[in-house]
């Protein structure tokens, strides 16, 4: 069982900067596909960025690619997602999450259904 909490959401002007942080026990210690995902009311869940442990690979959704980044600090059990020129479009509800799937890149282009373990969630909200 991976607990997560998110945290580190706020209000930004548009081009600003913020970095969410997840953290859990036994999160970048399991094999688990990581991600980061966002949700709007009324839409669907969207992928963000997703780490494969196996691979060694970042996938990044195209309307974030070159502004997030994600990472992870394998001591404390935590992971970043790093948001640059942040704008009105990406205000939503971050969450991280984690799981085992045969594809952890298809997650980012999903709603990340098939990952068992999410946080609760941590708002985001820039301005223009």
């Known amino acids: 069982q991976v607990q997560l909490a998110e945290s580190g959401g706020g209000s930004v002007q548009a081009g600003g900067s913020l970095t969410l942080s997840c953290s859990g026990s036994?999160?970048?210690?399991?094999?688990?596909?990581l991600g980061w995902f966002r949700q709007v009311p009324g839409k669907e869940r969207e992928g963000v960025a997703t780490?494969?442990?196996?691979?060694?690979?970042?996938y990044y959704a195209d309307s974030v690619k070159d502004r997030f980044t994600f990472t992870q600090d394998n001591a404390n059990n935590t992971v970043y997602l790093q948001m640059n020129s942040l704008q009105p479009e990406d205000s939503a509800k971050y969450y991280c999450?984690?799981?085992?799937?045969?594809?952890?890149?298809?997650?980012?282009?999903?709603?990340?259904?098939?990952?068992?373990?999410w946080g609760r969630g941590t708002q985001v909200t820039v301005s223009s």
């Open positions: 036994g999160l970048t210690t399991s094999n688990n596909c």
């Open positions: 780490f494969d442990p196996g691979r060694g690979r970042t």
């Open positions: 999450a984690a799981g085992r799937v045969w594809s952890c890149e298809a997650q980012t282009r999903g709603t990340g259904q098939n990952l068992v373990y």
